[in-house]
C-alpha cells in the first residue's frame, strides 16, 4: 500500500520508502509532545487516562497546541460531507433505500451544503497546513486521543462531548478530523482497558516521516504498553 499509484492521477510520484528496518531503531533523540487545547477539551476519562499513559511511558512532558483545530474540524466536515454526497449523489436519486438510513440523511445533508462554505474550507485548509507543518520544525511527533471515548457498543447513537448529548456518528471522529484534514501520517495504537473496551492514542508525525510513528509504536508495543486486545478463546 505504499509507493505511487500510476492509476491515480493526483497522487505523489514518491518513490517507496520501507520503514521496517528502522523499527528497532528506538526513539531516543524523538522531540515527542502532548496535544493540548483541543485535543485534551470534551476528551473523556479515558481517553485522557490512555493519552496520558502513553506520554509517561514515552517521558513525553510537553504539550503543543494545534493552532485552529475546531476550525479544522468544521472545516474538514464541509468538505467530506459535500464530496461524500457528491459521489453518491446518483445512487441517493435512484436507489435510496439501498442505504442506511442514518447515512442516507447524513449524505442527502451533505448534498445541500453552499459552494461557498466548500471554497471557504479549501481556503482555510491550505493556511491550517502550512501552520501545522511549522509545529514540526520544534517537535517530532504529536500525542492525541483517537477518540472521546471508548468504542461505543453497536446501536449506540450519541456520545456525551463537553456535557452535550451529540449524535454519535458525526462526532466520534472529532480528534482525527482535524489530522486526516490535511493528509498527516498517523499510528492509532491501542492502550489496553481495564474492560477491555477499545481505546486508542494517535501518533501524529510530519508528511512522508510514518518511520517515525512506527518507531514509537514498536517501542511502546515492545514495552507493553500498548497491545491488541486479544479475542476470547
Not at 11 to 29: E, H, K, Y
Not at 95 to 104: E, G, K
Not at 139 to 150: E, G, K, N, Y
Not at 168 to 189: E, K
Request: net charge neutral; proline share 10%; charged share 20%.
Amino acid at each position: 500500500m505504499t509507493g505511487p499509484d500510476p492509476h491515480d492521477p493526483v497522487c505523489t510520484d514518491r518513490v517507496d520508502q520501507p520503514v521496517s528496518q528502522s523499527l528497532a531503531a528506538g526513539i531516543a533523540g524523538l522531540r515527542i509532545a502532548t496535544a493540548s487545547g483541543y485535543f485534551r477539551t470534551g476528551a473523556g476519562p479515558e481517553a485522557l487516562a490512555a493519552l496520558d499513559s502513553v506520554a509517561t511511558a514515552l517521558g513525553a512532558t510537553r504539550q503543543i497546541k494545534i493552532p485552529e483545530a475546531a476550525r479544522a474540524r468544521a472545516a474538514a466536515y464541509v468538505i467530506t460531507t459535500s464530496e461524500g454526497a457528491a459521489l453518491h449523489l446518483h445512487r441517493l436519486r435512484t436507489r435510496a433505500r439501498d442505504f442506511d438510513p442514518d447515512v442516507r440523511d447524513r449524505l442527502i445533508a451533505g448534498a445541500m451544503v453552499p459552494a461557498a462554505w466548500v471554497v471557504q474550507a479549501q481556503k482555510f485548509r491550505r493556511w491550517y497546513r502550512d501552520a501545522v507543518l511549522r509545529l514540526f520544525e520544534e517537535v517530532d511527533a504529536i500525542l492525541a486521543p483517537a477518540t472521546p471515548c471508548v468504542a461505543p457498543p453497536i446501536g449506540q447513537k450519541t456520545l456525551v462531548v463537553n456535557g452535550q448529548e451529540m449524535p454519535l456518528r458525526p462526532n466520534i471522529g472529532i480528534y482525527t478530523q482535524p489530522i486526516s484534514f490535511i493528509g498527516l501520517p498517523v499510528v492509532a495504537v491501542p492502550v489496553p482497558q481495564p474492560d477491555g473496551m477499545p481505546i486508542a492514542v494517535q501518533i501524529i508525525t510530519a508528511p512522508w516521516r510514518e518511520d517515525v510513528a512506527f518507531r514509537i509504536a514498536y517501542d511502546l508495543e515492545t514495552r507493553g504498553v500498548v497491545r491488541a486486545p486479544q479475542p476470547p478463546e
